[in-house]
């Protein structure tokens, strides 16, 4: 029995050791993505890709960074992969390699003022300066507004300028927007915006093709399955049926 125990012990750590690692970067202020609570990282995206790293032998080492540093860590081979609920916008196809999307729902955008804002409608927003994290998607949507892009290293920074009147709106993620509203009283919704490239996706960097494809075949594998909608349930709610 000692013998049998030992063996087990012994396989499982040989397993661990001598897993490949796979260096996955991302951005803890995502909240439900990826964010960090106590210390610890945690989110959808997170426990998706620790799944992912199960099925597929690999180790995952995570890479917490600045959003608009992501890409380029991919392409410098920092990392191996990025997860933090990126969009496949033709720019950044352009950039990196992308598994099959793993979000199956269309996402929404807030378009944030302070309480006191006298704007109505977000087409108001034109020539206004609406707060931006830096290389996200609400970037292009404020652009296509017509207003005057602040990019920000995050969007915390955007928010408590906006609760200060330092600028005149902030867009950002519906779900990400409504945890900061929970603490951040003098911000109201304005309107909102509709993702035009829905389902997120993990991104690689070019030439990855092995890993896209051991991640597309998990990702298919799991998809309607109690694992992932349990998954999805936990942190988007309101998504259940």
């Known amino acids: 029995m000692k013998k049998t125990l030992f063996l087990l012990i012994a396989g499982a750590l040989s397993t661990s050791l001598f897993a490949e690692k796979l260096y996955v970067g991302t951005n803890a202020e995502f909240v439900p993505y990826e964010y960090l609570e106590n210390g610890k990282l945690t989110g959808f995206d997170i426990e998706l890709m ?11 080492v995570w890479k917490d960074m600045s959003f608009d540093g992501l890409i380029p860590a991919l392409q410098t081979g920092k990392v191996d992969a990025v997860i933090a609920g990126l969009s496949q916008t033709p720019e950044r196809q352009k950039a990196v390699a ?58 915390l920074g955007a928010l408590m300028d906006l609760d200060n009147n330092k600028i005149d709106g902030v867009i950002i993620a519906d779900k990400t927007g409504y945890e900061y509203m929970k603490s951040m009283k003098n911000l109201k919704i304005l ?19 092995d890993k896209v494809d051991k991640v597309n075949k998990v990702l298919a594998e799991l998809k309607d399955t109690s694992e992932y909608n349990n998954l999805v349930f936990k942190y988007f709610p309101e998504k259940k049926k």
Do not use: C, W
């Open 98 to 155: 992308f598994s099959t999307p793993y979000l199956y729902f269309d996402s929404e955008h807030l378009v944030l003022v302070n309480k006191n804002s006298t704007l109505k409608d977000k087409k108001e927003l034109k020539n206004k300066i609406v707060g931006v994290q830096l290389g996200s998607m609400q970037e292009e949507f404020g652009k296509n507004l017509e207003a005057n892009v602040r990019p920000y290293n995050s969007f």
């Open 50 to 60: 620790e799944i992912i790293g199960n099925k597929t032998g690999y180790e995952i």
């Open 191 to 209: 309107d909102k915006v509709v993702d035009q490239y829905p389902g997120a996706s993990i991104a690689f960097k070019k030439g990855s093709d």
